[in-house]
């Protein structure tokens, strides 16, 4: 049986920015398929098919990874760099999702191949549009290439 592919990849460690996400994108009905991870180090063996994902199917991608900066045992940025890096991953649309404001968090996630940089609004209003937005975008209208 054909495993269903993942639609959004998220990648946040704070379990309330997690649930607003989650709560944004199934408002609108942007995504069915979400998997969650809670660091950079789980993120790295979903997207690569290795540790406790060795099962998943690297033809298995996901439509778009959102992703935090400030991530325990592997950051952000590291995932990222890892993913632009490979040929197998580099055209996934990666998104920042963050609450990094600093400069050269920004400078450095183009640097390295970002889609998009979000900072995260605190207004519970806000967060959710731009959630709605990103997903509208990268997941409804984006047109990726074949794999």
Sequence with gaps: MAEEPVEILLVEDNPN?????????????LANRIHVVGDGAEALEFIFCTGSYAE???MSRP???LLDLKLPLVDGLEVLRQVKGDSHTRAIPVVVLTSSREERDLVESYQLGVNSYIVKPVDFEQFTEA????GLYWVL?????KL
Aim: proline fraction near 7%; avoid cysteine; glycine fraction near 0%.
């Design 141 to 145: 209208l984006n047109q990726p290439p």
């Design 63 to 65: 439509k778009v990874i």
């Design 56 to 58: 998943r199917s690297l």
């Design 17 to 29: 920015d997690v649930e607003l996400t989650l709560h944004a994108l199934r408002r609108y009905h």
């Design 131 to 134: 959630v709605r937005q990103v």
